[in-house]
């Protein structure tokens, strides 16, 4: 049967929730940092360790873990990845103190690998014509995931306390693993190479391939800006004359949805039309969405409007993106989403130590200007970008 007759419309759906709830992991702590902060008597550079670890474990979970999805039976490696994301979230709920805390908190990034691995699964299993609108669905669900993380985990720590966030996050882990076990279909490994030469290979692709060198910086440079605002939210919140708390940082989650909107649409487009004109709008809208942040970011109708363009600046980009890297070498899908979404992550965790330090030293107006900055970057990068050529397109 062909492997793009098995890509059932339900199916792409259960991988968008699948990757939302599975990334969600990343995220939970951030609304509840100025929470986990009087826990443990620290100070807000010291939390913000928190953020930035997890962030820089998800990039080696994606450097070491993710090429495996070229080599082995990838619903299996999915399955065991998804149960021990629920150890080390059992360890965050744990934690006796911060330094136990930020170490529990690597290991769930490094774990929180799953998302990364369905999504070259679904695009590996969607025809040519259809694959910028699956990776489009599947993408929808798991920044959803990312911001309603935020808004639970907002309500959760304000009922419950900020460890029975965990404790519920363990939980359906454990739940998702299961169903996924029972619902994905056999995905038998795409080479037999060795780990080692699996790794040895993403240093080639890095090296024969410009189109894989330019997405991923415009994603890192992107998602850098992403992770400088949502880092650092809950602390300009709590700093506000009305001293917002965690439910009201995670209200915003609900609001950048709307940036989810566009995955699929975004998507499409990129099957129809390979230019680079989703990326320059994208890296445009994303400025204009810190310019608005820093205007108004005192206001929470200001916020807002700044939560929704920063969302579909950045959904845009990344969809844009991921869906001309994953036309270059279908047989290597898994490694060529390692390169592109370590680059992604390393850049998210730079833009939330690079946030957290702006406000540390110039508060709010910093980390508006550094969120801005890293836009402008990209654009400047697009802008002197030699123009694509044809290996951009699918390989037979």
Do not use: K
Request: hydrophobic share 55%; proline share 5%; charged share 10%.
């Amino acid at each position: 049967m062909d492997s793009s007759s098995r890509l059932r419309p339900g199916l792409v759906w259960l991988m968008a929730l699948a990757s939302g709830l599975a990334v969600a992991n990343l995220y939970y702590h951030q609304p509840l940092l100025g929470d986990i902060g009087r826990t443990f008597q620290a100070s807000d550079r010291a939390v913000g360790l928190v953020a930035t670890v997890s962030q820089v474990g998800y990039a080696l979970g994606l450097l070491l873990i993710v090429p495996l999805g070229d080599s082995l039976e990838r619903r299996r490696v999915i399955v065991l990845m998804t149960l021990l994301v629920s150890l080390a979230l059992t360890g965050v709920a744990l934690a006796p103190h911060l330094p136990a805390l930020v170490l529990a908190s690597g290991l769930v990034g490094v774990t929180t690998v799953v998302p990364q691995l369905l999504v070259p699964f679904a695009a590996h299993l969607a025809a040519p014509e259809q694959r910028g609108r699956v990776v489009g669905q599947v993408m929808s669900g798991l920044l959803i995931g990312i911001l309603l993380s935020r808004t639970a985990a907002g309500f959760v720590g304000v009922r419950f306390g900020w460890r029975s966030m965990f404790w519920f996050a363990a939980g359906l882990m454990l739940v998702l693993a299961g169903v996924l076990r029972l619902t994905l279909p056999h995905q038998p490994a795409s080479t037999s190479w060795s780990y080692p030469a699996l790794l040895r290979s993403l240093v080639v692709l890095v090296r024969e391939e410009p189109v894989l060198r330019l997405h991923s910086l415009l994603g890192a440079l992107a998602f850098g800006a992403f992770s400088a605002f949502w880092s650092t939210l809950a602390l300009h919140l709590q700093a506000l004359p009305q001293h917002y708390g965690a439910r009201v940082a995670g209200l915003f989650g609900v609001v950048g949805v709307a940036g989810a909107i566009a995955a699929p649409l975004v998507g499409r487009y990129s099957d129809t039309r390979g230019d680079r004109r989703i990326n320059a709008f994208s890296l445009g809208v994303l400025f204009v969405a810190f310019v608005v942040l820093g205007v108004a970011g005192q206001w929470l109708w200001g916020i807002a409007l700044g939560v929704i363009l920063l969302d579909l600046g950045a959904q845009a980009n990344h969809i844009s993106n991921q869906a001309r890297v994953y036309a270059l070498r279908p047989e290597a899908r898994s490694r060529l989403n390692t390169v592109y979404m370590a680059t992604y992550f390393v850049g998210g965790s730079l833009g939330a130590g690079l946030g957290s330090q702006a406000w540390s030293h110039l508060g709010w107006l910093g980390v508006c200007a550094v969120g801005g900055l890293l836009p402008l970057v990209g654009l400047l990068v697009l802008g002197v970008a030699a123009p694509p050529r044809q290996v951009e397109q699918p390989r037979a």
